[in-house]
């Protein structure tokens, strides 16, 4: 059997890539620490061996390690976060962040980023924030670990799957406020950086490029460019099925019902509208079938029953 050390996998993949120490390790360590981390002579948290891993393409989840009771305990209060932010639980979720900052060390600025981006995606919720402070939590959590990050030049570094999130999230904030164009621009660079710099099998198991396909697809909806929203979707269509991210699903078959309706065919329109009410029933999900039994009413007259 091939052994490989962890050092050895990471430094063998950034000579690979033609990057130096410095592009991959910026706000995650200092240049010396991934210089010991690759000649074997420091043993990294696990938090930031997966951070490097990401940044360089890689998954992570190949790589095991004994961790600390504190560690156990960081990633217990993360996941129980996002818990709290999915299911709309925001004071417990704001509770639980006080409890993380309270256990974490100073240079754990990985888990500063998860903390601000957590905060934003809380205040959402409950209107806590405005817009304006949500987007710049979101933009001080990028700056954590990439402090000369910029919207206009996001292919200029390299980034965790964290990162790409906070990008997207950034995106869709510029979405809410009406600012599509920006959004879009912003998609368009990190569609593009996700293509580059993240291996098929690290796609397949993070589902950041369905995401964000969906997310894009949906914008382009918005400002009525109807071909090129059918060819996102169509792709992201793809995706799901080939990966597995069946989430995203029913989204890219409404996107292409509402376009090909605008684009004048249809037939196509009323079979996609079709397509997507049985995925959104299947996926018991009452908000979007509502939504959309309420378009396919306005624009095809098509009726479909309540469940």
């Known amino acids: ?50 951070a490097l891993l ?5 998954p992570e989840s190949q790589y095991y390690a004994f ?40 240079d754990d600025l990985l888990t500063r980023q998860f903390i601000l981006r957590s905060k934003a995606a809380l205040g959402r919720i409950d209107g806590r924030y405005s817009i304006q402070e949500q987007l710049n939590l979101l933009m001080e959590a ?10 206009d030049q996001i292919q200029k570094f ?15 904030y510029y979405s809410g406020i009406g600012q599509h164009i920006q959004a879009i621009a912003i998609y368009q660079q990190l569609l593009q950086y996700i293509r580059t710099h993240y291996q098929e099998v690290s796609i397949a198991g993070n589902g950041i490029l369905p995401m964000v396909l969906h997310n894009y697809a ?13 060819k996102v979707a169509k792709e992201g269509q793809q995706v799901c099925i080939r990966y597995g991210h069946y ?9 292409m019902a509402e376009c090909y309706f605008f684009c004048g065919d249809l037939q196509k329109s009323t079979d996609y509208y079709l397509q997507a009410y049985y995925l959104y029933r299947a996926l018991d999900n009452q908000i979007s079938l509502s939504d959309l039994r309420a378009e396919a009413k306005e624009h095809l007259g098509l009726e479909f029953p309540s469940v």
Do not use: W
């Open 1 to 50: 059997m091939e052994v490989f050390f962890i050092g050895e996998y990471i430094k063998n993949r950034r000579e690979a890539l033609h990057l130096t120490q410095e592009q991959v390790c910026d706000g995650i360590c200092d240049s010396a620490t991934l210089s010991r981390i690759e000649n074997g002579r420091h043993t990294p948290s696990r938090t930031k061996v997966n």
């Open 54 to 58: 990401q940044r360089l393409g890689l």
């Open 67 to 106: 961790i600390s009771k504190n560690e156990l305990e960081v990633e217990a209060l993360k996941k129980e976060i996002v818990g709290c932010s999915v299911t709309d639980r925001v004071q417990e979720g704001f509770d639980k962040i006080a409890k993380l900052e309270a256990i974490i060390s100073a």
């Open 142 to 151: 990028i700056h954590v670990t990439i402090p000369h990050f910029s919207l």
């Open 158 to 172: 390299l980034y965790t799957f964290d990162e790409a999130k906070i990008i997207n999230q950034i995106a869709s």
């Open 218 to 230: 949906r914008e382009l909806d918005l400002v009525k460019q109807y071909e090129e929203s059918i």
């Open 247 to 255: 989430q995203f699903l029913p989204g890219f078959i409404a996107f």
